[in-house]
Structures are given as structure tokens and as C-alpha cells.
């Protein structure tokens, strides 16, 4: 039960530093700087400035300033000429559309205002799900710094009509000698756009289409090539699924795109079915977080483990080696066995044959989880192909390349080969939607659209095929890379023509393309294929053993973080300050290691008295490549193995702000994101890092956070005094325990009148995914304030998800009834704290009922509102901060500084073009003034109208906030109490239901559902 | 208006507050009465005495309602200018083809085929309704046109009235000057006394008023109990002045832009009648209501390209526009939209007309139009005023808080037809028995509903 365990954020609590004791007393840690503008005393008293002269200036200026705000601005309203049918302004329209940048492909709503997207939202009824890049994607379309305004030739601007020409020519001589010239794209998942370039290729046959994935999944793609013919990803239907056993895949990550809404779905305790899931992992990822079991085991026992299990499963005895997960295997051998065509083995290796291991045990279990029909096509890229490419250009053999958005320079790990390739090249052209090292290495520039601006086709799975449609008109000279092709091959056919032919051809058949356009999508029969192709897996298995074997020193997990993933969003701001789940660290990568090892070399992560932390850099070197990185000590990372995320250290081009972290690519040999043989040093240097993770600390209070196993969950009482595992507060109340909510500070208001809003959040379905946060930035105009003033705490999150880390081990009172000594129980902990329990906790304003916050604010300018609203009035606030201290829960902001217009913070806020995301809706905060959740009171306000101007009640579950619209999984649901069909009103009387710090007697209105974990236990 | 109106109003011209002119309503009120004066005298109307009126009116007003959308009398719109058509055609023919012209064109008519062609095939409606005297009255109409009324005073372009005075202070203010002054005269002249026979007088060298003055302050200065009221007062003042003037920046009550066009919402909204929402059609969706896209005044001024031939705009600071002058406004709407009105075509060179805002509203304040004007049922006039009055359109209210919160605390909310209302109605109504319902009984002063 929840009260055995200790909770803890960081490892620097488990040591009981007596820093974390004094920030877990300030709200601010951070001394208002005042000697920084008053300089120091001597200097003071130097001042020729006297005291008389102050006053004089005080006053002067006051004056000043009274009179310059007398004038008031001539504001010039402009309508259009000529409105557009569907635009009015104030009124948002949505349009259904998918995004496909090459690493993150989604069927989505985009939300925009008089023609500008602002907002963008999973299309629910295509099965659409948003992650935090695809929500903050909406951004990267205003990214005026990085994006390709006009083409250009060497640097030199020129007309698309001569690039056109100039183009053409060179091409045609390269066919008549028939040189090879390569189509250099990333995944792109868009039937019309392959049958364009095949168009292309046969004009064209000296020309090849290599498919180039900065962050690759080939060895999945070529495993399942092998076994059923098709070069595709399987899709996996874990929602059906009774046991998952994963061997490092990440699938609530990065792993073939995802499979969150798939996983939490099959994990629902209220209906009992809820499968059991065991995680074996070296880095401390997402997936591993939310496991119910999570295995430590280094790489290279990763592949042992999974070859003894395909043992154990199959009968068979490939060579392999035993390793200190063995009996936890054995375990799961049974388990797997047990759940049969209910139980599914992944693999994260980017490696054929591992993957044909796991593609084996699958088959060999007659797993239904495995679905190899429907299959993926968001990771195409082929590694051979694509190494194969680097030495034909370094060899001279290639004649022309033209890229379409890669960028091989930066994401390459033989990128200098890459680029002495392309110098023997004779035309060289990039595609390209933003500028890249690549894109300054071509020849031709040549600028495409972002989705948001394109015409276009998708198809994730087989089963949908998705519409992608402008919502804005072109920002910049850009020409779709369709339209471009489609001219070069002589074609003179626009795009959009082009491709409402080919869908009405093709994918339609006779039903309406308003209505596909309109829905964003198009269901599709699946031809189920049943090609299976005898492979040889003993021969695979034995090869992936005898690769394992080599195995030496560190071993180096590299992976894609949640925020930046591949790095093709690495201006944007709002994924930069986006805290890792795991970490909670912004704005930098670094490596994870593990305690022992960082104890064993020294590395350490002190914290400072303002609540940043620190860290030592080490040199990693991988195959005679070396880089430099801080470290950072990860609970629950496997000795023996190191972590480093891909997708930061990039420069080129990027704001000075964004050129934040390591480039990790350099590293990623072949595609490999296992690497073995790694050596690692500590060299000088102190790495500052913006982590929020010792802010804005819960001051050692108890019941934040209530977990239960299944069992507990189906067997005990919750209310149950001893044993309950959700028991009510008591506190102590004229010297008697007494139940919590018996006693209150506060007068009780009716609230069973009109609405009253209720937001639960589902602490089993949150996977810590963070879109919400991102979402909320969106909504809210929540600015960005960059990795220095994270560091010290200001970071302006309106919703953060709190990270715990949790041991199984006696509290401090059960430990002195074991007599342990306080050294004893640390260094049990400690212990413990190497294969911690994560649980995820979305924290933003409670809006308590009985605010703590609103009784000290000396000028009501946070005052409650009836529908259960905490609110805050701007305008109102003078910044005394008060609020803020008085509040348990640490979810006020208060803006430090202007964030908008003030280069300073040269962020989205300080641009014109970045400024176009703003929602018009809801007002730009100033300095000085306290800000935080306003449960979406604009969007509730909105619901509202619509139905009063209609003239009827609100509908049930029309009730939406930013986070709950954008949680994946449905984590978050938010509603209307007093309507009691609305979802919440159940879910508020559910008995999982709890509030954080109920003791407090706060009486918030955010509800958590305790967490429920499957122990496997009968 | 209050002293510190008077005072603000000074300041505000001293400062030249908003840079766009501010054209003083208040004062030209009795200049526009003037004004009217001025017309009614120099105006002598004569009639042509050969016209049968009633004939012509009668006319007048169907060809009003059925042929004006696309004929003019001397000017060709969709069809042919239609002055002296009776010269041009035969009356029968006029008849058959007015009634139904695409009869006549399928009897095989030459001329009827002939103008259809002309005028690139476009139809014109039939009118089986009419009857012979009908058109016949049409016909007569188009034959002698308007009844002039002839003016002697050219009214086009001539500024009527002199210039305009600033800011002119209130009756209460003249009273309580004037009540002040008497007042500080007659400390003045007991202190003279005084003086006088304490036989201080100084030789009498000054003019009368400086002297006074003079005195008043000595007398001021030695008198310790005038000193202490008259720093009280001066202190009184001073706040008052001070204390108003900081609550009235930014508070922008009566304040008139000068525009790109001279748009009057007189002859629109009042004289024609035509609904608010027409063209700020916005205002039942949207938080704006939006000022309408120049395709919205061209749905009328395609067809209407000048305004009548008396039509005169005229300002409260009594400048007087005539015909010429509005004709050239409404060509600059036919710029913006890219019309040519010699050709009757779009050239699709447009060029947006760029408004001055009136109502501003600080960014920290959300407010929405569609809620008061659907769900609220407000009309647009409680908060904009007699805007079918106004020539040139100004600021009407305060627009401060403290007005909008008195509104919620007033209205009450339109309970009829509406669901939504009826059921909070009904949930008020069994708890606190509550008849009537406000907004701010719906949570209408809620900070939190209008700052987000």
C-alpha cells in the first residue's frame, strides 16, 4: 500500500540534504536579486546621485509616464475585402488534416483563427493520437528563423522558373549519360507522393528513391521483410493483449510510432482486464516507467534474455549465455505461455535478426497482438541503402542527389563522408522546408511547404488513409515537393488535381472526396496477406548471439527523448523547455548512468541552493568518436550501461537559444541504437542544468500520491482504516483522530446549482507523455522563458507532470521499529532507488473549493467563481506573491519578466511570425502578475455560450479543456458534476478517487484516480 | 459635465489626446440647429407646374421597388438608362416587354432579341402583376423623372458655421464660476474697506482689477483663518482635478475618429432602415462584430453609386457635406473593392479601407457580442447609443468596468425560449424562490468571466 512507500523526485531527497529540506520550505528559492540593480554598497555611496536627485527622477518619470499613457493609441481596424465564406472573425474553424513530418505522423484537427492554425488536436474519429511534438508542430510553422523563404541558388536568390529550367537541364544530361542520381527522402507514408516519384523515376531512370530515417527502425523493417514480404513495421494490438513482454522497445515512446492508446486501453481496472506487463531495459524510458514490472538488464543481457526466452518458448537451444535476469525470464516464459495468443514479445534493437527472434516468439505463441496486415509505414528508411549511398557518393559514382527535408549532415554518423560525397557531386539540390547543414551544402535551396500549408495523402497503417489539407496560406515562396516533382517529370498537372484524381482512383471507390477532405481520413479494407516466408531464426538467433558476445566495456543505450525525438524540431522553444518525464530536465541531453557507476567514477549531480542542479561532463568514446556530455545519474539505469538521447546539439542555422546539448548522431553507428565498447571518462568542466525536478518540492507531505496493486485493488476495502488503499485523511482535532473532512476552516457554498467542473485525472492511464503540457502551452499562451530561468525555478508551466520515484521499503517509522539505523535505511534506499517505481502525476492549479490561495491575496485577485473555478485576474494582481506561498499544491507562476516583446527572451512571443500562434482568446500576461491553470475558462465560457445562443443545455461531455482534449490515453477527463451523465460525475464518486493532500481539507476540484498496478498476483 | 470634465477637456486639447482629431459634439448642438436655421431660410423650393404628381409619384415608387436594382434613369447599370424610353420605344411594345420579356423575345421579336443580346444575356424578370396603368405610371415616371426642388443656396460642400470653439463649459459651471468669483470680489472689496479704514491706501495707480487681486492676496496672506480655507479649497480642487482626470485616461466616452470614408450611419441604419447585422453580421457569431468586408457594401453600391441629389452629411461641428462630396466617398469604396463603375466590372486591384477603431477594450478584457446580442437579446443601442442618429459614429459609452458591471447587476437575463435559462431559472427558483433573474445572479460579476 501506498503508505509503505517512500516517495522521493530526485536522489539528492534519498540523501536527506539538507538543501532539499530548505527548498522544500521555498516557494521561491531564488533571492530577488536587488544588489544586481543596486550594485553593492560602496558604489552606492559613491553615487553622485543624492537623495533629492531620486526623488527628482521618481517623480520626473511618473510624470512622464502618466502623461505618454494619457495618449491613447489610434488602433486601425482592416477588414478583408472580400471575406471568406467560412472565416468570421473571432469564430475558430477546424480543419482535419494529418501530419507527416517524417518522424511523427498523426491524424489531427488544427484549430484556426482568421486564417492562422493555432492549436493542433488528435483527430478522435480517425483514431488519431497527438504526442507533445506533434502539438507543439503548430509552431514550427512559424519558425521564421529556420524556415526556407525563397529558393536560391549557392546562396544566391533565384526565380522557381529558372531553378525550374536550370534544373531540368542538368537532369536531362545526367539521364542522357545516364549517371545515377538519388532521391534522397525521409518515411513518407503518402501513397500519391510514392506514385509521383515513380512517375519521376520512370522519366527519369537514372534516378534511385533511398528512404532515409534520421532515427531508424530498418531491422524491424527488414525482419518483418523477411518473414512476411513486405517491407513494413507489424502493428501490435495491445489493447487485446494479456501479458507484454518488451526487450527495450519503447512503444509509449518512440517505437513504430506509439502504441499509448492501444496499451492504456488494455489496461482498464474497473473491468478487471488489465494486462501484465514486464519491461526488461537499460535506460529508464517511458515505457519501462509505466511497466508493472521493470527489469533492469544491460544491453547486451538484453539480447541473452531474449534469445533464453525464445529457448524457453520455442524448445530450441541457440547458443547464448546466462544472465542475472535469468530466472525472471523463466518466469515470464510461463507467463507468455500461459496467456498465449494473448501475450506478445517486442523488441527495441534496431537489428534484423533480433527482431526476427521476437517476430519468432510471436509467431511461435500465435499471437493475435501481432497484427501483420495492418501494418505500419511510419519508419521506411533502409540503412543499407542508405550506407550503401554515403560510399557510392564518397566513391564519386553518384551524379546528382536531391534531398527532400534530411538532414544527413547532422543526423549521419559518418556525416563527414556524407558531406566529402557530395562534393563530387555535380547537382546537388535540397528540398527542403527548413534550412539544415544539409540544405547550406547543396547547391539549390529550394523551399517547401509545412504540412500546415500542404495538399497531401497518408497512410500510417493500412487501414487508414489519411487527407492532409492547407490551413493557412503559404507563409513563404514555397512549392510543394508533389508539385515540384510532378513538373520535372513534364507533368503538368497541379498536385491538388493530381491528387483528388489519384484518390478518387484509387482509395474511394465512388465515395465522396468532400467527405474524406471533411473527415480527414478514409477507412480502408485491409487485403490480409498470408505470405510467410521460412525463414531461418536459429541461423538469426545465432548471429545476433555471437554479435552480443563481443559485448565490452560500457554499453551505450542511445535513444529518442519525448520532447525532441529525431531533433527535426529542435527550435522549436516549446519542446526545448518541455521537462523530460524521466529527468525532468529541459533544454539539454546528457548521459544517464547509473548510481553505482557514477559512485564507482565519480560523477555526481549536487543541487544548489536555488533548486538547480548540477553535473560533471564525461568523454564517451564509441568506435574512435568521442563526445563530450554532462552526466546525470539515473535510478533505474543498468550498471554497466550508459544513455544518451539523439536529436540535440544541433547548430545550424537554430537560434542561439535552441543550440542547446550534444550531438549524439555521431555516435549512432549504422543505425544501431545499441553500442557496444564504450568507453567513458571524466573530464573538467561544470554543466549547469535547467532541471525542475528538486523544484517546486511537495515539503514532505504525505498522500499526493495513492498506488494499489490489482489485487488490492479487487480484494480490500479501500476505505478500510488499516488496510484501505484509499483511506480518507484523519487529522488530529481536539486531541481525537478524526476523519479529515469532518472538520473545515471554511464556510461550505452550495454548489449544486449550474455547472461545477470537475477535472479527473486517471493516475493508471497517464503515461507522463506530457502533450497536455504542450496543449496547455497553446491554449494559454503559456510563454517560454529559456534554460536560465528554468534552472532557477521560474519555469512557466501552467501544468507539469510530477515524476515520483518510489521504493518498496519501510518508512522511516517502520525502520526505527526494525531498528535500522538512519544510515541503514538511506543505504537500503538507495538500493532500492537503482530499479525505482515510477508513478506520473499531472499536477496544475487544484482550484480548491476552499483555496488557501485566495484568502491571502490582499486584492482579490484570485477570487473563486461559482462553477468551481479558481480564478485569477490579471489586471487585479499586484504581485505580491502571497498566493503562491500559501499554495500546497506549488502551481502558481509568477512572470518574472515580460516575455513577450522583449528580446531578452527571444522566443515565439518576440517575433511577428511566432506571434501568430497566440490565441486570441486568452490574454498575453504582463510582468509582475501571478498566472496559473484557469481550468480552460475560456473554452468552458465558450461551451457555455454556444448553447445558451442555441438555446439549450450543454450536451454531456461537451465540457473540454486544452489537457483533457489532448490526453492520448483519456487519462484526463473533464466535465460538469452537476450534470451527472457527464463522464466525471461518475468518475468523482468512483472509489479510486482521491484528492491530493485531502487532508488539507483543501477540497480541490481536480480528482485523481489512485494507480492501479498489475502485480501478477492470483 | 463636472468641473474635471472641463478640466480634462483642456488637457486632453493641450495634449492633443488620440491623435486623430476629436470633433466636439456637445458644443454644436445649437450650431446645428443653426445650421437648419440657415437652410430653411435660403431654401425656396419651386415645383414644375405641368406635372401630374400623383401620376409621377405613383410611378416613382414602383420603379422603385421592381426596376431600380438594375435600371437608372440616366445611367445604364444591369440594364439600359431608362430616361426618355417612351421617345425610343412604342408604348405597346414597352408593355409587352415589361410584362414579359421573354415572351416577347420567343415571339421572335427582332428589337426584344436585339437589346437582350446587348446587355450580354442577362434576364430580366416578368411582371405578369402589373397592370396597363401600372406601367404606364412606370413609363410616365421615367418620362419626366424627379420633381426637382430647386435650391437656391448651393448646399454641396459649403462649410456652414463658424469654427468650431473647444471644449465649452456647462451652465453648473458658469454658475459656480461665476459664484466664486462674486464671492472672492466681495472678500475683496470687505478687505478693501477694511484697509481703507485703516487708512492703508496706497496711491491708486493700477488698473482697478490688478489692485483687487493684489489685495485679495494680502488680504488672504494676513487672514490666517482665509489661508487655511483657501489651501483647503485649492487642495479640494486639486484632487478633484487630479483624481478625475487619472480615472478618466484611457476611459475614451465620446470619442469620434476621423475615418478614411465619411460612413454615416444616419443615412444607412436611420434613414434606410437597414438592419445592424446586415453588416455587422459577425455580431451573432462572434466575439467581434465585426466591420464588414468591403464585399458587404458593395452588395447596395454596385448599384448604388451616388447618393440622392439632397443628401447632406452634416457634422456637429456643422460642416456641411453635399452630393459631390459623398459621391467621391462611396468611390473610394468602389477603390477599395476594385470596382469599376465605367465598365461595371471587377478589376481585382482592391485595396482594404483601413477603419479607425472606436471601441477599444483593453487586451485583459474579454468581452462577446454574440452573448449579449443572441443570448443576451441586448440591442446594439444600449451600449452604442442612438448610433441611427449619428452622422459620423463616436464612443457612446464608458465602456469601464464599473459601467458593465452595473448592466449585469440591472438586466435581467431573457429568460423566454431558452433552455438553458429556464432550467438555471427553475434550480434558482426552488432554492432561493428567486423571480427575476440578473446576469450577475449567473455569475456575472465574476472576475474571472471577462479576464482570462
Redesign the interface.
Known amino acids: 500500500m501506498a503508505s509503505n512507500k517512500k516517495y522521493w523526485k530526485s536522489v539528492e531527497e534519498l540523501k536527506d540534504s539538507s538543501i532539499v529540506e530548505t527548498l522544500s520550505k521555498n516557494e521561491f528559492v531564488e533571492e530577488i536579486p536587488t544588489d544586481q540593480f543596486l550594485g553593492d554598497k560602496e558604489t552606492l555611496e559613491n553615487s553622485s546621485t543624492s537623495r533629492r536627485d531620486f526623488l527628482k527622477y521618481v517623480g520626473f518619470t511618473t510624470a512622464a509616464a502618466?502623461?505618454a499613457?494619457?495618449?491613447?493609441p489610434?488602433?486601425?481596424?482592416?477588414?478583408?475585402?472580400?471575406?471568406p465564406n467560412d472565416v468570421?472573425?473571432?469564430?475558430a474553424d477546424w480543419y482535419a488534416t494529418s501530419i507527416a513530418d517524417g518522424y511523427d505522423f498523426a491524424n489531427v484537427l488544427v484549430k484556426t483563427r482568421e486564417g492562422r492554425p493555432i492549436q493542433i488536436m488528435p483527430n478522435k474519429e480517425a483514431n488519431g493520437t497527438t504526442s507533445a511534438r506533434v502539438q507543439a508542430a503548430v509552431l514550427s510553422l512559424y519558425d521564421e528563423k529556420l524556415r526556407l523563404k525563397n529558393p536560391s541558388k549557392s546562396g544566391e536568390e533565384i526565380s522557381w522558373a529558372d531553378a525550374d529550367k536550370e534544373i531540368g537541364v542538368k537532369l536531362n544530361e545526367l539521364k542522357e549519360a545516364n549517371k545515377p542520381v538519388v532521391l534522397l527522402t525521409g518515411t513518407l507514408a503518402s501513397p500519391s507522393t510514392q506514385k509521383i516519384i515513380e512517375g519521376f523515376t520512370e522519366v527519369y531512370p537514372n534516378i534511385k528513391h533511398v528512404v532515409y530515417d534520421a532515427v531508424s527502425e530498418s531491422g524491424a523493417a527488414d525482419a518483418f521483410m523477411a518473414m512476411y514480404g513486405k517491407r513494413a513495421l507489424p502493428n501490435y494490438h495491445l489493447d487485446k493483449a494479456k501479458t507484454i513482454v518488451s526487450f527495450g522497445a519503447d512503444f509509449l515512446g518512440d517505437f513504430h510510432g506509439g502504441f499509448e492508446k492501444q496499451y492504456i486501453a488494455g489496461r482498464n481496472p474497473n473491468t478487471g482486464q488489465m494486462s501484465y506487463h514486464v519491461q526488461f531495459e537499460s535506460n529508464m524510458s517511458l515505457t519501462g516507467a509505466n511497466a508493472d514490472k521493470r527489469v533492469v538488464v544491460k544491453p547486451s543481457d538484453q539480447v541473452f534474455a531474449l534469445l533464453n526466452l525464445y529457448n524457453a518458448i520455442t524448445g530450441n537451444n541457440i547458443s547464448s549465455k546466462a544472465t542475472p535476469v535469468d530466472a525472471e525470464v523463466k518466469k515470464m516464459a510461463v507467463e507468455l505461455k500461459k496467456s498465449g495468443s494473448k501475450a506478445v514479445v517486442l523488441t527495441g534493437l534496431n537489428d534484423k535478426n533480433a527482431q526476427l527472434v521476437a517476430l519468432a516468439i510471436n509467431a511461435a505463441l500465435n499471437s493475435e497482438i501481432v497484427d501483420v496486415n495492418n501494418t505500419l509505414n511510419v519508419r521506411q528508411g533502409n540503412d543499407t541503402e542508405v550506407a550503401q549511398l554515403v560510399s557510392d557518393m564518397k566513391s564519386g559514382k553518384i551524379a546528382g542527389v536531391i534531398s527532400y527535408n534530411v538532414d544527413p549532415i547532422y543526423t549521419l554518423s559518418n556525416a563527414e563522408d556524407f558531406a566529402a560525397g557530395l562534393d563530387k557531386v555535380s547537382l546537388k539540390v535540397a528540398l527542403s522546408t527548413e534550412n539544415s547543414a544539409t540544405v547550406n551544402a547543396m547547391d539549390y535551396a529550394l523551399p517547401t511547404p509545412h504540412f500546415l500549408e500542404s495538399w497531401g495523402d497518408t497512410q500510417f497503417d493500412e487501414s487508414t488513409y489519411g487527407l492532409m489539407q492547407p490551413t493557412i496560406q503559404p507563409l513563404f515562396n514555397t512549392r510543394q515537393v508533389q508539385d515540384v516533382l510532378l513538373k520535372w517529370s513534364g507533368n503538368s498537372t497541379k498536385y491538388y488535381d493530381y491528387l483528388k484524381a489519384f484518390a478518387a482512383t484509387t482509395i474511394l471507390n465512388e465515395s465522396s472526396w468532400n467527405k474524406a477532405l471533411h473527415n480527414g481520413f478514409f477507412k480502408r479494407e485491409i487485403v490480409a496477406s498470408n505470405i510467410k516466408a521460412e525463414v531461418s531464426v536459429a541461423n538469426a538467433a545465432a548471429a545476433l548471439s555471437s554479435s552480443a558476445k563481443k559485448a565490452s566495456g560500457f554499453e551505450l543505450n542511445l535513444y529518442t527523448k519525448t520532447g525532441l525525438g529525431d531533433g527535426k524540431q529542435a527550435n522549436n522553444p516549446w519542446l526545448q523547455e518541455f521537462p523530460d518525464p524521466i529527468t525532468r530536465a529541459s533544454w539539454d541531453n546528457y548521459l544517464t548512468i547509473s548510481m553505482a557507476d557514477a559512485k564507482e567514477l565519480g560523477f555526481s549531480n549536487p543541487v544548489k541552493d536555488n533548486g538547480a542542479i548540477d553535473g560533471d561532463y564525461a568523454k564517451v568514446s564509441v568506435n574512435g568518436k568521442e563526445v563530450v556530455v554532462p552526466v546525470m545519474i539515473q535510478p533505474g539505469q543498468a550498471k554497466g550501461s550508459l544513455g544518451l538521447s539523439l536529436g540535440y546539439g544541433k547548430t545550424f542555422g537554430l537560434k542561439e537559444e535552441m543550440q542547446v546539448g550534444v550531438n549524439a548522431y555521431p555516435l549512432y553507428v549504422n543505425g544501431n541504437n545499441i553500442q557496444y565498447g564504450v568507453a567513458i571518462e571524466k573530464v573538467s568542466g561544470n554543466h549547469k542544468f535547467a532541471c525542475t525536478q528538486v523544484q517546486k518540492t511537495i515539503a514532505g507531505r504525505h498522500d499526493i500520491l495513492k498506488v494499489a496493486s490489482l489485487k488490492e485493488y479487487k480484494t480490500v476495502e479501500p476505505k478500510d482504516h488499516h488496510h484501505g488503499w484509499n483511506k480518507p485523511a484523519y487529522v488530529s482535532y481536539d486531541h481525537q483522530e478524526v476523519e479529515a473532512n469532518t472538520i473545515d476552516l471554511w464556510d461550505e457554498h452550495?454548489r449544486d446549482?449550474?455547472h461545477h467542473f470537475n477535472l479527473s485525472i486517471d493516475l493508471t492511464s497517464c503515461t507522463g507523455c506530457g502533450a497536455c503540457v504542450v496543449a496547455c502551452h497553446a491554449e494559454n499562451n503559456v510563454p517560454v522563458v529559456g534554460k536560465n530561468e528554468v534552472r532557477i525555478g521560474r519555469d512557466m508551466h501552467w501544468l507539469r507532470i510530477d515524476r515520483y520515484y518510489s521504493s518498496e521499503v519501510e518508512t522511516r517509522e517502520e525502520a526505527k521499529e526494525l531498528g535500522l539505523s538512519r544510515g541503514e535505511t538511506y543505504r537500503k534506499l538507495e538500493t532500492e532507488a537503482e530499479n525505482p517505481e515510477v508513478t506520473f502525476q499531472p499536477m496544475m492549479c487544484q482550484h480548491c473549493n476552499h483555496a488557501p490561495c485566495e484568502t491571502v491575496c490582499p486584492v482579490a485577485?484570485t477570487?473563486h467563481?461559482?462553477?468551481g473555478?479558481n480564478?485569477?485576474?490579471?489586471?487585479?494582481c499586484v504581485g505580491t506573491r502571497y498566493c503562491a506561498n500559501n499554495c500546497p499544491y506549488r502551481v502558481r507562476r509568477f512572470n518574472w519578466f515580460k516575455y513577450s516583446d522583449n528580446s531578452e527572451f527571444d522566443f515565439n512571443m518576440n517575433n511577428e511570425y511566432g506571434k501568430m500562434v497566440l490565441n486570441p482568446?486568452?490574454?498575453?500576461r504582463s510582468r509582475g502578475v501571478m498566472e496559473k491553470c484557469?481550468m480552460c475558462?475560456?473554452m468552458t465560457?465558450a461551451t457555455?455560450?454556444k448553447?445558451?445562443?442555441e438555446?439549450?443545455?450543454?450536451n454531456t461531455d461537451e465540457f473540454e479543456t486544452a489537457c483533457s482534449s489532448a490526453c492520448t490515453t483519456g487519462a484526463m477527463v473533464f466535465g460538469d458534476v452537476n450534470n451527472k451523465k457527464d463522464k466525471v460525475a461518475a468518475l468523482a464518486e468512483d472509489k479510486r478517487a482521491y484528492n491530493v493532500l485531502d487532508y488539507l481539507q483543501t477540497k480541490p476540484n481536480v480528482i485523481y484516480q489512485v494507480k492501479i498496478k498489475n502485480t501478477n498476483e492470483a | 459635465m463636472t468641473l474635471y470634465h472641463f478640466i480634462i477637456d483642456i488637457f486632453k486639447q493641450s495634449l492633443n489626446m488620440k491623435s486623430v482629431a476629436l470633433h466636439n459634439r456637445l458644443t454644436t448642438i445649437l450650431l446645428k440647429n443653426f445650421t437648419i436655421l440657415l437652410f430653411f431660410g435660403f431654401s425656396i423650393s419651386s415645383f414644375s407646374q405641368d406635372v401630374d404628381e400623383a401620376k409621377q409619384r405613383e410611378g416613382r415608387k414602383l420603379f422603385k421597388s421592381l426596376c431600380a436594382s438594375c435600371h437608372k434613369l440616366d445611367k445604364k447599370l444591369v440594364g439600359p438608362a431608362l430616361g426618355g424610353v417612351e421617345e425610343r420605344r412604342e408604348n405597346a411594345w414597352l408593355l409587352a416587354w415589361i410584362r414579359n420579356n421573354a415572351e416577347l423575345r420567343a415571339s421572335g421579336d427582332q428589337d426584344a432579341i436585339a437589346i437582350y443580346e446587348e446587355y450580354n444575356g442577362s434576364n430580366m424578370s416578368a411582371f405578369p402583376q402589373l397592370t396597363d396603368k401600372n406601367i404606364n405610371d412606370i413609363l410616365y415616371y421615367t418620362t419626366v423623372g424627379e420633381i426637382k426642388k430647386e435650391v437656391v443656396a448651393d448646399s454641396s460642400t459649403v462649410a456652414v458655421g463658424g469654427s468650431t470653439s473647444g471644449g465649452a463649459p456647462e451652465w453648473l459651471i458658469y454658475i459656480l464660476a461665476a459664484a466664486i468669483i462674486v464671492a472672492f470680489l466681495m472678500i475683496a472689496s470687505l478687505l478693501k474697506q477694511v484697509n481703507e479704514l485703516k487708512g492703508n491706501t496706497k496711491p491708486d495707480v493700477k488698473s482697478n482689477l490688478k489692485r483687487d487681486l493684489q489685495e485679495l492676496w494680502v488680504g488672504i496672506k494676513n487672514n490666517t483663518f482665509l489661508k487655511v480655507t483657501f489651501t483647503i479649497f485649492l487642495l479640494l480642487v486639486g484632487a478633484y482635478v487630479v483624481f478625475g482626470t487619472l480615472f478618466k485616461v484611457g476611459v475614451d466616452e465620446g470619442y469620434q475618429p476621423i475615418q478614411p470614408i465619411l460612413f454615416s450611419h444616419k443615412i444607412h441604419a436611420g434613414a434606410n432602415k437597414v438592419d445592424c447585422q446586415y453588416c455587422h453580421s459577425s455580431a451573432k457569431h462572434s466575439k467581434h462584430s465585426g466591420i464588414p468586408p468591403v464585399n458587404v457594401c458593395m452588395n447596395c453600391h454596385k448599384n448604388i453609386s451616388e447618393v440622392a441629389e439632397n443628401t447632406v452629411v452634416e457634422l456637429e461641428d456643422g460642416t456641411v457635406y453635399g452630393k459631390e462630396y459623398l459621391d467621391n466617398e462611396i468611390a473610394k469604396v468602389y477603390k477599395a473593392a476594385g470596382w469599376d463603375a465605367e465598365n461595371l466590372e471587377y478589376t481585382g486591384d482592391t485595396k482594404p479601407i483601413k477603419w479607425v477603431r472606436i471601441h477599444n477594450l483593453p487586451d485583459f478584457v474579454y468581452f462577446n457580442h454574440s452573448q449579449h446580442v443572441v443570448a443576451g437579446n441586448v440591442a446594439c443601442q444600449k451600449c452604442h447609443g442612438p448610433v441611427t442618429e449619428m452622422e459620423e459614429m463616436y464612443q457612446y459609452s464608458e465602456l469601464t468596468m464599473g459601467w458593465c458591471i452595473n448592466c449585469h447587476r440591472e438586466t435581467r437575463v431573457d429568460l423566454k425560449g431558452n433552455e438553458y435559462y429556464a432550467k438555471i431559472h427553475e434550480q434558482l427558483a426552488k432554492k432561493y424562490g428567486v423571480e427575476k433573474v440578473t446576469a450577475a445572479q449567473l455569475g456575472g460579476l465574476e472576475c474571472g468571466k471577462c479576464h482570462y
Open positions: 502618466s502623461l499613457a494619457c495618449e491613447g489610434v488602433v486601425k481596424s482592416i477588414p478583408y475585402v472580400v471575406q468570421i472573425p473571432g469564430v452550495n446549482m449550474g485577485a477570487t467563481g461559482r462553477q473555478q480564478q485569477m485576474t490579471y489586471n487585479r482568446d486568452v490574454v498575453v484557469s475558462i475560456q465560457q457555455i455560450l448553447a445558451k445562443k438555446g439549450r443545455l450543454v
